[in-house]
């Protein structure tokens, strides 16, 4: 016994199913779609992350090198400042520590990445240069001050000697 109305009852669940599947597949497009948008959008936000971290790091790096200029200034400065007595008073020559400590100051390490950089590296270079002038102006004066003092003592001995003759 078959029912009288089987074709057309298959017709209309074929209905069904074409009209279900076609209602459905719009939404199962936008899902993948949506699926693929996010995959391009993670691997973009990769890129932003690896790019960002690089940056970083370069930064590091280069703060590292300011904070090393940084305590190479400081440290001629604490050395002048130690040592300034004694370089009024003409007694010790610290020349060569002088110096040292100056041209340990690398101000070239240092990245530029504008004017205001290039500019404030050009600001320490020249005070590197105007300390390096003043250390030779002291060892200079140190000299001439050595050399008064030899000939001070060769008058004072010549003194001593014509006073010993003298007499």
């Known amino acids: ?22 209602s459905t597949l719009p939404l199962l497009v936008l899902v ?7 995959v391009a959008e993670n691997r973009f936000l990769r890129e932003q992350y690896k790019d960002c971290m690089s940056n970083q790091s370069v930064k590091e790096q280069d703060l ?6 940084k305590v190479q200034v400081r440290d001629v400065k604490e050395l002048l400042t130690k040592k300034s007595a004694e370089m009024i008073e003409l007694r010790l ?21 504008d ?6 590296a050009q600001m320490v270079e020249d005070l590197n240069a105007s300390l390096a002038l003043m250390n030779e102006v002291y060892r200079s004066g140190l000299d001439k001050y050595k050399a008064f003092e030899t000939q001070k003592e060769l008058l004072e001995a010549c003194n001593n000697s014509h006073k010993q003759f003298g007499e």
């Open 1 to 22: 016994m078959r029912p009288l109305n089987s074709k057309e009852r298959r017709v209309k669940f074929l209905l069904f199913v074409l009209l279900f599947v076609l």
């Open 32 to 38: 993948y779609q949506y699926g693929k948008l996010d």
């Open 64 to 69: 590292t090198k300011i904070n090393e200029v």
């Open 93 to 113: 020559n610290n020349y060569a520590e002088i110096v040292t400590r100056i041209n340990s100051v690398k101000v070239s390490d240092v990245p530029t990445y």
């Open 115 to 120: 004017e205001t950089d290039k500019s404030l």
